[in-house]
């Protein structure tokens, strides 16, 4: 019995690399033909670079739309308060589908069969099932995640995966203690086992863990107190590991020594980032204030109530656009470290030191409260608004954005932190490009949370113009009489004249905007624009009161080009959904990669998840 479960468990490893080496696969398949793409884009003569040009790659591509157009799509729960109910993608129950078939594969195999040792058959398997599991289990918790860095994806894109292990694993080892509990019932020993058996008691208490656990890491109670469900959660994952130690037999102890190294590794790779990059032996003081031996110069900038901006100096290391870092500031905050999206591109015009990097932090309970509370009280004060900041990162994983002829970026709020750095990375890229067209939506309730990209915005465009690029911009200011606390961005017109013909333009296109209640329109409508570009032909900024129409913003995109598009989202569970909702049925109708010429459609997704 022993020597079967023990080869189930190097199974499931088989398993788990077999799973890892198809993805790194398809990463070097796909890395290839987007180098093939940007290699061609130089021969003038061939206009759409993206367009498969052999058998393969026609059948590549063919695939590639079918698995995007049937792992794409969402279901969102609608209903206050139980939109945490809202399933995964149809991607990721795939992928658990798959994962479980494997599972109960383990579970049962060779285990039922009816005579005496039954009950224990089916016991010693289950626990065989879960402990083989829970290396795994620490790996997807890990920021330094060997399979995230294998399979090109980022840790925090391997977190729903880790919660669905540890829910996987509470069924399996419910499975594995009601059999022991049944065998030991139905001959009468559960008392005595209860008392002089140690290892039954500890691995009660295992269990008891796992299931705490299991149901803080739903939703509802994670955000009730964030800081306080990441300390409990540690705790009860290091106390997890001793327990089951206390309760396993010593041959099968490897699992819980792989899971004590995954663990240590990481905390040893953060804990020297940490230092690497917030303590300098000769900090440079030399061009302007900022270098100082611990941590970094952060000033704070309170927008009203709602945000907060941070500008962190004097930053040694490179990033990308779409990445982000933990931020820990101990005058705010002693003992916490949060993820924030690094707002700016890799350097900032007008900073006298090295690289600086902004965030911007909206506010809604605890930290990000605290700091906006923080903030004000410094401004309010007179004083000095800058404070030591300690960061670890950068963190995450972007697709190559110059490999699409056109982008496609959606953004709720302060989720343009993450796609306008991705608008600006691709503008300033030096290397070969495939983008010829851009279109930016950003949605927000409030002006205030607008205001801070606005001007970026209009640099973004005319950027663009001098590189032919067509960049499109559209603003929805959604909160009622929020659009007019919108600053104009500051535009050099020719003459007096073409000002006030602009701004009559505008006057009149607000009052239309205004004046379609309860209709949602898209926002490529004429009723709804507000051109705020006064030179060149094929770059705006359109500004409306109404909600998107995402579908039809992400449609009139698509139709517009006849290459790859890359479709980015940064917002809530419901502007999620609802792109991949959007992507999935245009595929579908267009019949992307099926005969008729049409190319196909990426989706990059950043949910609110933390």
């Known amino acids: 019995m022993q020597s079967t479960n023990m080869g189930f468990a190097r199974g499931y490893w088989y398993f788990i690399a077999t799973a890892v080496a198809l993805f790194l696969a398809i990463r070097s398949i796909n890395?290839?033909?987007?180098?093939?793409?940007l290699r061609r884009s130089k021969a003038h003569s061939i206009q759409v670079p993206t367009k498969p040009t052999n058998l393969f790659s026609q059948l590549w591509a063919t695939s590639t739309a079918v698995c995007r157009e049937m792992s794409y799509p969402q279901f969102y729960v609608p209903i206050r308060g139980l939109s945490w109910m809202t399933p995964p993608p149809m991607g990721r129950i795939f992928v658990l589908l798959v994962y479980w078939a494997v599972i109960v594969y383990m579970m049962v195999k060779g285990a039922v069969v009816r005579d005496v040792m039954f009950l224990e058959r089916i016991g010693y398997r289950n626990a065989w099932v879960t402990l083989t599991q829970v290396p795994f289990l620490y790996l997807l918790a890990s920021r330094t995640n060997v399979i995230a860095l294998i399979t090109g994806t980022s840790y925090e894109k391997l977190n729903w995966l880790h919660r669905w292990v540890a829910r996987t694993m509470l069924v399996t080892s419910t499975v594995h203690g009601w059999y022991f509990w049944a065998a030991y019932s139905k001959s009468g020993m559960m008392g005595e086992v209860l008392?002089?058996?140690?290892?039954?008691?500890y691995g009660l208490g295992a269990w008891g863990i796992l299931l705490w656990m299991t149901i803080t890491s739903f939703k509802p109670f994670r955000s009730m107190a964030y800081e306080i469900f990441v300390i409990q959660h540690i705790l009860s994952a290091v106390l997890f590991l001793w327990t089951v130690y206390r309760h396993i037999p010593t041959y099968a102890k490897y699992n819980v020594w792989f899971a004590i190294a995954a663990l240590c590794f990481d905390r040893a790779f953060r804990l020297g980032l940490l230092v690497w990059q917030n303590f300098k032996l000769r900090p440079r003081r030399t061009c302007c204030e900022g270098g100082q031996w611990i941590g970094h110069q952060t000033q704070l900038f309170p927008i009203g109530d709602s945000m907060t901006v941070l500008t962190?100096?004097?930053?040694h290391f490179r990033w990308r656009a779409g990445q982000h870092l933990y931020l820990w500031l101990p005058a705010v905050a002693t003992f916490e470290a949060h993820p924030y999206t690094i707002a700016s591109p890799h350097q900032i015009q007008?900073?006298?030191?090295?690289?600086?990097?902004?965030?911007?932090?909206?506010?809604?309970?605890?930290?990000?409260?605290?700091?906006?509370?923080?903030?004000?009280?410094?401004?309010?004060?007179?004083?000095?608004?800058?404070?030591?900041?300690?960061?670890?990162?950068?963190?995450?994983?972007?697709?190559q954005w110059n490999a699409f002829e056109t982008l496609v970026l959606i953004s709720a709020s302060t989720g343009a932190s993450y796609t306008l750095p991705i608008l600006e990375s691709v503008l300033g890229c030096k290397a070969t490009s495939l983008i010829r067209r851009i279109d930016f939506l950003l949605a927000a309730r409030q002006g205030?949370?607008?205001?801070?990209?606005?001007?970026?915005?209009?640099?973004a465009i005319e950027k663009a113009k001098s590189l032919g690029i067509e960049l499109t911009v559209h603003i929805a200011v959604t909160g009622n009489g929020q659009l007019e606390t919108l600053p104009a961005p500051s535009i050099q017109s020719s003459s007096a004249d073409s000002a006030n013909h602009e701004k009559k333009g505008i006057d009149e296109e607000v009052q239309a905007s205004a004046?379609?209640?309860?209709?949602?329109?898209?926002?490529?409508?004429?009723?709804?624009?507000?051109?705020?570009?006064?030179?060149?032909s094929g770059s705006h900024i359109h500004l409306s009161a109404l909600r998107p129409d995402v579908?039809?913003?992400?449609?009139?995109?698509?139709?517009?080009?006849?290459?790859?598009?890359?479709?980015?989202?940064?917002?809530?569970?419901?502007?999620?959904?609802?792109?991949?909702?959007?992507?999935?049925?245009?595929?579908?109708?267009r019949a992307v990669?099926?005969?008729?010429g049409a190319q196909g459609i990426f989706l990059h997704v950043e949910e609110y998840c933390f």
Request: proline share 3%; with cysteine.
């Open 31 to 37: 890395f290839v033909l987007n180098w093939s793409s």
């Open 195 to 201: 008392q002089e058996m140690p290892m039954v008691r």
């Open 312 to 315: 962190i100096k004097d930053v």
């Open 350 to 399: 007008g900073t006298c030191i090295c690289n600086s990097i902004q965030l911007v932090v909206r506010c809604h309970s605890g930290f990000s409260k605290r700091l906006n509370q923080f903030a004000q009280k410094l401004e309010a004060s007179g004083k000095k608004q800058t404070v030591t900041a300690l960061v670890a990162g950068p963190y995450g994983h972007s697709p």
């Open 448 to 459: 205030d949370e607008v205001g801070f990209y606005h001007e970026r915005l209009h640099e």
């Open 515 to 536: 004046g379609a209640e309860g209709v949602v329109q898209p926002l490529m409508g004429r009723r709804t624009r507000r051109r705020f570009s006064s030179t060149g």
């Open 551 to 589: 579908a039809g913003f992400i449609r009139t995109s698509v139709e517009a080009t006849g290459g790859e598009t890359g479709v980015v989202v940064c917002g809530g569970q419901s502007l999620v959904a609802k792109v991949r909702m959007s992507v999935a049925k245009l595929s579908d109708e």
């Open 593 to 596: 990669h099926k005969g008729t």
